[in-house]
């Protein structure tokens, strides 16, 4: 019986991008169909993520040799788990506002036509804090998408505590990837735009790799850990 239980996993950077680009080049006309599919479900509100982690499973398809077709992009299977991360996202969003509601009115009554400096004074640091606080979490929940997608949990709180679990020691990597990544993605803009089609299904692809060799990672089949123990 195959069993999951979260640890840290050994994040190999080179591994995902050699990967990625040679599984693009596998089915290189498919994948950019399977992303304009992925852009236009991501117009549907509160599909964004969901478009996401379906590209993921047409990915391990492909990957694995199974029947796909760039039309499994436009499956809901997986829309609840993902609507309630987006409500909790946008909750977090509209709270961190929240201060600057009271804030800025007392600012404009106190400063006039001109800036206040004790607004700036408090506007800066406090955009710096939420960036350096959105830019945590969102690594600390990396793999959440693909325990999603690939592993069909859906319970929030448990996602959480295993993404928490399996990012732990590699923060620092996850961040030089998702720059790496996102660099080589956006490669596509310096080709009137058109080149987007091209090079950002490679940032999908590549993702699906460090999602999938996480799950691996802390996937054990129960029954064979038993035979070993017996030997």
Not at 31 to 50: D, H, K, N, R, T
Not at 83 to 91: A, K, M
């Given at each position: 019986?195959?069993q999951i239980?979260?640890?840290p ?11 990625g ?11 950019i ?55 909790i ?6 709270a ?15 400063g006039g ?11 800066i ?9 959105f830019t ?29 679990v ?37 940032f999908?692809i ?12 802390i ?7 038993i ?5």
């Amino acid at each position: 019986m195959i069993q999951i239980k979260a640890k840290p996993v050994q994040f190999k950077f080179n591994e995902y991008l050699s990967k990625g680009f040679e599984l693009l080049k596998k089915d290189f006309g498919n994948f950019i169909l399977a992303y304009i599919f992925c852009a236009v479900m991501s117009i549907i509100p509160f599909c964004g993520l969901l478009a996401a982690g379906n590209f993921y499973k047409y990915c391990r398809k492909i990957d694995k040799g199974e029947p796909a077709g760039p039309g499994d992009i436009f499956n809901f299977d997986d829309f609840m788990p993902y609507f309630i991360l987006q409500l909790i996202i946008v909750g977090a969003v509209f709270a961190i506002y929240i201060p600057m509601m009271f804030f800025i009115p007392i600012a404009a009554i106190a400063g006039g036509d001109s800036p206040s400096p004790a607004f700036m004074m408090f506007l800066i640091p406090y955009i710096f804090l939420i960036v350096i606080a959105f830019t945590v979490v969102a690594l600390i929940g990396f793999y959440i998408p693909g325990l999603i997608s690939l592993k069909k949990i859906t319970d929030i709180k448990t996602l959480w505590n295993m993404s928490k679990v399996m990012t732990k020691n590699n923060l620092l990597s996850i961040f030089l990837f998702a720059i790496v990544v996102s660099f080589l993605s956006q490669l596509g803009v310096f080709f009137c735009g058109i080149g987007l089609l091209i090079t950002m299904p490679y940032f999908y692809i590549t993702h699906y790799f460090a999602f999938e060799d996480a799950m691996q990672q802390i996937e054990y089949d129960e029954i064979k850990e038993i035979g070993l123990k017996n030997e």
